[in-house]
């Protein structure tokens, strides 16, 4: 036991590294997650190695499935459309890891989340719960045909709420930008109201941020600007996260950075 321990410490320490490599990163991530996921299985409490996995399992479908998903709209729609079915099955795998851990954590809790009770996160416990939360809206997101998943937005809005309360800044203010994400995609929800709530965790998040942050320029020109029918707006919000990402070397910045290009390349099939 203390030695699955060592290796559930080990990779949950590999899975917050910085990679700066894009392509390098794609080829590793398919054994790491694999790897990771085994290692999980036998040590479920571990919250460190639940919070990689799932967040492993979430960026590499947004990054390198589901992006490929857009990219291939304009050219394979059948092909885009069974990347973005494998995405949704990743990213439901992220969130069955997540959940898992969180019911290990704090037994009771899928009860408690569904009866609209859930406990106070634990410090520990805010990672997962974001990323988890992360995963369901990204695959309720790509999930549209199935009402039985659609109606599960409630409760993935509800965990990040809970994260939110525990620790707002959360990850540089990428827990505020999907909470942004959420109020937009409130079903009912006057448009105005959910503007100006999304527009107030957005701006937390620039502050958790210490400034400019591409996640919150990306998410004001998809999420405000693009539904306006704004393109002034969504090219200038688009050019401000490729200056704000310009320099960085994390693998989120640069991530970013190509969605942000890609948006503007493609800005006359949006407009």
Do not use: C
């Not at 973005?84 to 990743?90: E, K, N, T, V, W």
């Not at 996160?121 to 805010?126: K, S």
């Not at 965990?159 to 930008?177: K, S, W």
């Amino acid at each position: 036991m203390a030695l699955l321990q060592g290796a559930a410490d080990e990779l949950a320490g590999q899975g917050q590294a910085q990679e700066e490599d894009l392509g390098l990163a794609r080829d590793a991530a398919a054994f790491y997650l694999k790897l990771s996921e085994s290692v999980l299985a036998r040590t479920p409490g571990h919250l460190g190695l639940a919070e990689s996995v799932a967040s492993g399992f979430t960026q590499y479908a947004y990054a390198f499935v589901a992006f490929e998903a857009d990219r291939l709209d304009a050219t394979d729609t059948r092909a885009a459309l069974r990347q973005r079915q494998r995405a949704a099955r990743l990213y439901a795998r992220a969130k069955r890891h997540g959940l898992a851990a969180l019911e290990q954590r704090l037994p009771g809790f899928d009860k408690s989340l569904v009866a609209g009770t859930p406990p106070a996160l634990p410090a520990e416990a805010v990672g997962v719960a974001y990323w988890t939360a992360a995963a369901w809206g990204a695959q309720i997101a790509l999930s549209k045909d199935r009402p039985e998943t659609v109606a599960d937005l409630p409760l993935a809005i509800r965990l990040a709420e809970q994260a939110y309360a525990a620790n707002p800044d959360h990850a540089q203010g990428g827990l505020a930008v999907l909470l942004a994400q959420f109020e937009l995609a409130r079903p009912g929800a006057p448009r105005r109201e959910a503007e100006t709530r999304a527009l107030a965790y957005l701006a937390r998040a620039e502050r958790a941020a210490g400034g400019r942050s591409p996640a919150v320029l990306l998410a004001r020109a998809e999420g405000l600007a693009e539904p306006a029918g704004d393109r002034t707006a969504f090219e200038a919000l688009l050019r401000q996260a490729l200056d704000a990402a310009a320099g960085r070397t994390d693998l989120t910045s640069q991530v970013l950075r190509e969605r942000a290009q890609w948006l503007l390349d493609t800005v006359d099939d949006r407009f």
